[in-house]
């Protein structure tokens, strides 16, 4: 039995923060869940796919956010308690199907996991998903704790459903990405049945019916309201004349702090946890008698501009701050040094900052740049594309995926990036406007995401550039998540139609196509050379299974291979593959054999056939 089904109340589980949101989501009775995997919400994800292996939870990876929001949409108006995951940027994605929503309602509870990340740990922006919930009327919960994460996720679904609305619960990596002990509820029964009755005059959003939809949303902000001003979620902590509004992870940062900073019985901290719609009263209420206050949020001024707007409308003139150059900023994510260091400043406190470690006889931290693991099939594909394409003028608009990590040395094929299936469409501008040849690369599962209507759109349209579809088999940067053109069979799982890429590309219409193997070099290099030479859309796809993935369906290489004395030291395998299985050693070239996949590249590289199998 999965852990996260034990129906154990008071029983403790050191548990991931996403395996408590898991947890919450089980307690309330989840029925049914949608995601497209994204970086740091993964693990909720995981967890409820293989609770739904053993119980009757419907669980499905959509083939993208909006997609899976739509599923989960369906799902809640037909009263089934729902689960709808997303990292931050997923919600741009989800947001058409989201704002529409807002207005429609929902029957059954639908929660919505927004994952932020701030400091871009695995992200290409820090965007603040509030705001979202300002901008579509929804309310939002922000845990502290990984205990309130469980109990949020429990209060989101009673809160969504109280209201006929979505509840998004936003997260941050810190949040999702921590371990703590965990204190079990009670796993309420699941609703897996559902129904939906007919009303569209409420529920088909033409003009004339949103209209009164959105009547009733404003009502329901204003319940919303209410609920805010009363919720156990917000509350007050100490007292004293000066102020601290907080929220998130920020909180711990701040109570810390005050402690730290001997402010105890001068300071008071007020935390919101159910930050949207903004609880006016409790916030003047809070302001009232204060000599100044600070707001301590990572990401953007979203409470400081709702404080100074409650501040404003109830009269009260007292120095309000939060953003500044000698505050908090709105890049990364704050650390308990930052947040006692601005909180001294603030308040005119003295403080020392404890004196840093003497480290300057210890040798500096050998530099780990991320790259693309031993015998990745990415690297071959970008070494002959490169090889292909020698002497032309290329850029290389790429996607995101482990092959966005083609940017680095000495690969270098990686120019322009904006989007989850950006490379399809940003690749035919490039092409009218660019004076280059273009050559874009996307991988499997962000073709299906949303890499598809790019590559309509430049046959539509006669644009002159080659897609490299990177077929790995899997979903492999965010762990290893099915898509719609993995295999599931070969997981032990039935119930799944597979959809053939090549057969979507043909369908389309594309007629220039190279299928190749990227680990047969000379072959493929051969084959994109010719395709090169053809007018329009061209499209190479490039297939081989991701080695870990590989790994872990029996089905990984058992060969090693070494270097032999026969090598003069070119080092051509090295300056253009940058396998981390090779190593220079005493000014030679070595291979790690624990490292080593056998994928035969720099075997295949080398000019004079110096790499072997390692007897």
Request: proline share 6%; aromatic share 6%.
């Amino acid at each position: 039995m999965h852990k996260l089904l034990e129906d154990a109340p008071g029983k403790t589980l050191l548990l991931l923060g996403n395996e408590a949101i898991a947890r919450g989501a089980i307690e309330a009775g989840v029925a049914c869940g949608a995601t497209y995997p994204g970086t740091p919400s993964s693990e909720i994800s995981l967890n409820l796919f293989q609770i739904s292996r053993e119980t009757d939870l419907y669980f499905e990876y959509s083939t993208n956010e909006k997609v899976a929001l739509e599923v989960a949409a369906a799902a809640a108006n037909c009263g089934v308690r729902t689960l709808c995951i997303m990292k931050h940027v997923g919600v741009n994605v989800a947001a058409d199907a989201l704002m529409t929503l807002a207005y429609v309602g929902i029957k059954g509870g639908l929660v919505i996991v927004s994952a932020d990340d701030p400091y871009m740990f695995s992200s290409q922006n820090e965007q603040d998903n509030r705001y979202y919930g300002k901008l579509s009327g929804l309310c939002i919960l922000e845990p502290s704790t990984l205990q309130e994460a469980k109990e949020m996720t429990v209060a989101a679904f009673d809160l969504s459903e109280k209201l006929g609305q979505p509840v998004i619960l936003r997260t941050t990596t810190r949040i999702n990405h921590s371990t703590a002990a965990i204190t079990l509820g009670p796993i309420s029964p699941r609703q897996a049945g559902g129904g939906f009755e007919k009303n569209p005059f409420m529920l088909v959003t033409v003009p004339a019916v949103s209209r009164k939809l959105h009547t009733r949303l404003l009502e329901r902000i204003e319940k919303a309201v209410a609920l805010a001003e009363q919720s156990p979620y917000n509350f007050v902590q100490g007292q004293g004349p000066l102020g601290i509004v907080t929220n998130g992870v920020s909180f711990n940062y701040v109570a810390d702090a005050v402690n730290d900073l001997k402010l105890n019985g001068r300071v008071s901290i007020l935390r919101l946890g159910f930050t949207n719609p903004a609880p006016k009263n409790l916030i003047a209420s809070f302001l009232a008698g204060k000599e100044r206050v600070l707001v301590a949020e990572e990401g953007e001024p979203f409470m400081e501009e709702m404080v100074k707007v409650a501040a404003q409308e109830k009269g009260f003139a007292l120095p309000i701050a939060g953003k500044g150059k000698e505050l908090f900023s709105h890049e990364g994510e704050f650390d308990p040094a930052l947040v006692r260091r601005v909180i001294a400043a603030y308040f005119s406190v003295l403080y020392q900052e404890p004196e840093k470690l003497e480290l300057s006889d210890l040798p500096p931290i050998p530099a780990r740049p991320p790259n693309l693991c031993a015998g990745c099939p990415h690297r071959a594909s970008f070494a002959i594309i490169k090889k292909a394409a020698k002497g032309k003028e290329v850029m290389f608009p790429t996607d995101i995926g482990c092959y966005t990590l083609g940017l680095l040395p000495p690969l270098n094929a990686a120019d322009f990036l904006i989007c989850m299936g950006s490379s399809s469409g940003t690749a035919g501008g490039f092409a009218r406007f660019s004076g280059k040849q273009v050559i874009s690369f996307i991988g499997d599962s962000t073709f299906f995401h949303s890499g598809i209507p790019g590559l309509v759109n430049a046959i539509y349209n006669n644009h002159d550039f080659t897609l490299v579809i990177l077929d790995n088999g899997t979903t492999a940067m965010t762990g290893h998540q099915p898509h719609p053109g993995v295999d599931m069979e070969a997981l032990g799982f039935g119930g799944y139609n597979r959809i053939d890429i090549e057969k979507v590309i043909r369908g389309l219409g594309v007629e220039n196509i190279a299928v190749i193997e990227p680990l047969k070099v000379k072959k493929s290099i051969k084959a994109v050379e010719e395709l090169f030479q053809k007018p329009g859309v061209k499209v190479v796809l490039s297939k081989e299974l991701c080695p870990l993935y590989a790994r872990s369906l029996g089905k990984a290489s058992n060969r090693v291979f070494a270097v032999s004395d026969k090598c003069k030291n070119h080092r051509i395998c090295v300056d253009e593959l940058g396998c981390p299985a090779m190593y220079i050693q005493d000014g030679r070239v070595k291979i790690n054999p624990g490292q080593c996949t056998g994928c035969a590249v720099c075997a295949q590289v080398c000019p004079e056939n110096a790499i072997l199998p390692a007897k």
